[in-house]
Every structure is written in C-alpha cells, then in structure tokens.
C-alpha cells in the first residue's frame, strides 16, 4: 500500500454549486489547519472556514470544512473534507494549496483502497460501492446499495465458515484416525460439504445479479424486411438503426439501452435471418442467431399474414414473443381467430404456423401507427421484473464473483468424490474451496486459514 496523505476533488468534474474536496492521510490535520488558519474544527462537524494559500495568504474561497479523526473516517484514516463553491478554479486553487502542504494527488480508486487496507470494508463491497457511483437504474442502485452494506459478503463469509467447520472435521480425523470407529469425524463433514455444493450451485445458476448490472437483453430475430429494424426504432423512440425496403438492411447487430421497469435493457436489431446473398450477410445472419441465443428473451417478427419461417420458429423458446408486424397492412392471419390486436392484450394458446412452438406469446404491432406497441412494451417490462425483480437471496454481480464461486464448487465436488478413500486430499480440496471463498471478500488468505482451522481443531478436541 502506497503511503502518504493524498487529495482529490470527490464530486463530479466541471462546473457545479458545491464541489468536495477529500484529503485523507497522517497530513490531513495539518493540511486543514495550514488552509483554514485555526485550530482543526470539532470532529464531524460541519464548520464555516476561511480557505486561503498558505504560501501566499491569499484568500481562495468560504468553505465548509468537516475533519474526521482516525479511525471513525471512511479511510479509515484522519480526513478532511472540504465543501467550496463548485468552480474550476477554486477547485484547483484548493487542491495546489493542500499539494503544497504536502499531499500528492491520488490515484484512481485510492481512498476506497485505503478503506479496504484499513479493514472499513471488504472487496465485494468496495465493488457494491464502485457500482452504486455507477448505477444508472433504480434496480441497480437498490442491488449496490445492498451489496455496498454487506449482503453478498454475509453470504460468502457464512460459506467460508462451514468450509473452515467441515476442513477442521477432517484435519482432525487425519491427525487423529478413531480406530473404532474409522473415517467417522471426516464423514461428518459429509453433509457439510454436500449442503454447500448445493447452495454454490443455485448462486450460479442465478444470472439476477449480473444482469442488473449488465442488462437484460432482448434480441429482435426474424425474415428479411419483416419490420425488425422499424421496431427497434418504435422502442427506442429514435432512428437508431437503417429502415428500408430493401431486404437485407441490417447486416450487423445494432444495440440500444433502455431502461424498463427500472432495469436497465439492451435490445438488439439483428440482420434478416434468410440463405445469405454473399459472406458479409451469411456473418451478420451467423451473428442474429448468437444474439438470439444468448439473448434473455427473443421477439420474433414476422409481417402479418405470413407465416413465420422454420428457421426464426427454431429460434424461438418458451415465454418468447412472437410479433405480426405491420399490422396496419394486413390483418396477422392464418389466426382469424386472434383478438389480441383490437384489445391489445396478447395471446399465447393460438397455434404458430408452420409448426407449434409451446409457450411463444403473439401480439400484433404496427411500428408506424404505434399500434399494439404500448402491449409490446408492457410484456417486455413483465419479462424484466420476472427476471430481475424479485427480491431474493444476494446474487453474484461480477465475472469475478462466478469465477471464484466455480472454483469452489469444482473443489468441493472433488473433495467429496474422494473424502471417504483419500481424506488427506479431501482436505486440501477444502481448503482451495475456502480461499476461493475468502478472495470474494478480500478478508481472508490461506494463512488465517490455517490459523482458523488450527484454533476451532484445538477446541474441537
Ligand atoms: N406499413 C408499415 N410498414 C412498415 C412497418 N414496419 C416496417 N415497415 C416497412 O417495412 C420495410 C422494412 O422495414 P425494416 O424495419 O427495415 O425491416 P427489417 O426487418 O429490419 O429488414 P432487414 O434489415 O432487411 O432484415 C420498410 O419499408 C418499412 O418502412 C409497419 O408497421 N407498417
Ligand atoms: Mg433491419
């Protein structure tokens, strides 16, 4: 950990009412005291002060001045905190007197290191805290803000507990083998590792977490011309992607950021699913499929009045959309049958032409009288609160989290493939689990391990 005191401006960049400038380190008071002249104010309260260039005594701006002593700060060192008028140039001005008094400037992310350093928070959520500064939607603000106070480290440090429980059963029984009664305390751990197994294994399954993060993606697929390109556009409400009437259009995948029911949302316009004219469409025709496979949910198109064609049906799973396009056209037949249009509801129990797809819901949209959209857009935002919605157990937001959590459980299978013929391994296996673990929050590395396993071990006997 790089030493020192440092200084920054906190608040956003350029021109506001009020910006906030943090210095944080053992030069925090003297800084203050340099620039306000006076004594350091009482702690945590917000104090009226006089900030002027100490080399120079010249007058920079009035100020709010806040100092928190060590360790009650959010470094967890002695800081001071200064609130001045939010110009370019107090804000330099400040920063160059406290650089004179021998701060330096910080680095990026420095006073959250420091936090970490300090033990004020730990990795998982020093990130909660990167993402709630990022957050653009209420539901990511809601799953930072959870992550940012513990709740995903409270998950990972009660894992790490049972690891180090089930990794003490099994040391002891290696140090001391029960002739009785052989490999009695290692199958005790059993359960123990078998229970977590389970648990990693629904944290993984669960995309919740990354996908608020990330966004939930939608994908449009269908035949040339269908109207993909026009819908796209209808719900981003600008001309984000080319409309013609010239099949074969879009060629690559054109994305756009929407917010729906507080989530954020990607949706992705694809190229005209069709025997490809030439190797720049056969790619772009390649790339719709991918879209549309990893897509969270796919809205097919096809115009009304035709049939859908075998290759978008393929593409199409449960709980998907299924929209006849350009409804002010055509009526959507073969389904004469079909009243979601005139009601705007939508309807899943009508048969797909050119073969069933189970559970597909249509509608029938007009991208140019607006008709059907307002349904569209409401079967979407139900998708996203089904998918996102729900307030369950803390999820894993980063590709970092689902790597380490895999780590583990990959241990934790082996380890009890072999916990009964080999414990020795058994135990190694655990622990690689529990460092896995540990390194989600940081806290933890193989020497308090060992420390932990040895202590609860000399309890235990
Ligand atoms: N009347 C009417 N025309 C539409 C509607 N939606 C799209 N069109 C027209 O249909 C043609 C094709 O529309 P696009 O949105 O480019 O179709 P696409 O599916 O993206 O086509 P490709 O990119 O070539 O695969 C254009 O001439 C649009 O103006 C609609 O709701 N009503
Ligand atoms: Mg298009």
Not at 19 to 44: E, K, N, Y
Not at 305 to 312: D, F, K, M, N
Request: charged letters at 25%; one cysteine or more; aromatic letters at 4%.
């Amino acid at each position: 950990m790089k030493q020192g005191t440092i200084v920054a401006l906190a608040s956003g960049a350029g021109r506001a009412g009020v910006a906030v400038i943090r210095v944080s380190g053992p030069g925090a008071g003297a800084a203050l005291t340099a620039l306000t002249g006076r004594s350091l104010p009482p702690p945590r309260v917000a104090t009226l002060a006089a900030l002027s260039e100490p080399s120079t005594s010249e007058e920079l701006d009035q100020a709010l001045a806040l100092w928190f002593p060590a360790p009650a700060s959010f470094t967890g060192e002695d800081v001071a905190e200064l609130h001045v008028h939010g110009g370019p140039a107090v804000v330099e001005g400040v920063i160059a007197a406290c650089l004179g008094v021998g701060a330096r400037p910080a680095e990026p992310g420095e006073f959250t290191r420091r936090a970490f350093e300090n033990g004020k928070l730990d990795l998982a959520e020093a990130e909660g805290l990167a993402d709630l500064v990022e957050a653009e939607t209420e539901g990511q603000r809601r799953q930072a803000l959870r992550q940012a106070k513990g709740a995903l480290s409270a998950v990972y440090e009660g894992w790490r507990a049972q690891l180090i429980e089930a990794a003490a059963l099994i040391e002891a029984e290696i140090d001391f083998p029960d002739e009785d009664l052989p490999g009695a305390l290692a199958q005790r751990a059993a359960p123990i590792l078998q229970a977590l197994t389970a648990d990693m294994a629904r944290h993984l399954a669960d995309h919740r977490g990354e996908r608020v993060r990330e966004g939930y993606r939608i994908a449009i697929i269908g035949p040339p011309n269908a109207g993909k390109s026009s819908l796209l556009n209808a719900l981003a409400k600008r001309e984000a992607a080319i409309v013609s009437d010239i099949p074969g259009t879009t060629r690559d995948v054109v994305e756009v950021r929407l917010v729906l029911d507080g989530f954020p949302v990607w949706i992705a316009d694809t190229a005209g699913l069709r025997e490809a004219a030439d190797a720049i469409e056969a790619e772009g025709v390649r790339r719709a499929l991918a879209r549309a496979e990893g897509a969270d949910v796919r809205i097919g198109v096809v115009e009304a009045g035709t049939e859908a064609p075998a290759s978008l049906l393929a593409a199409l799973q449960p709980n998907d959309l299924l929209v006849h396009s350009k409804a002010d056209l055509a009526d959507p037949l073969p389904f004469s049958a079909f009243q979601g249009e005139a009601s705007g509801s939508a309807n899943s129990h009508l048969p797909l032409s050119g073969g069933e797809r189970e559970g597909v819901v249509e509608l029938t949209v007009s991208a140019i009288t607006g008709k059907g959209m307002a349904a569209l857009e409401a079967q979407l935002a139900q998708r996203v609160a089904d998918a996102l919605g729900r307030e369950e157990a803390p999820t894993l937001t980063r590709a970092r989290h689902r790597r380490l959590v895999e780590e583990a459980r990959a241990a934790l299978v082996r380890a009890l493939s072999r916990l009964a013929d080999a414990p020795e391994l058994a135990a190694e296996d655990v622990r690689v689990a529990a460092s896995a673990i540990g390194r989600l929050t940081g806290r933890i590395d193989v020497e308090d391990l060992l420390d932990e396993i040895f202590l609860s071990f000399c309890i235990g006997k």
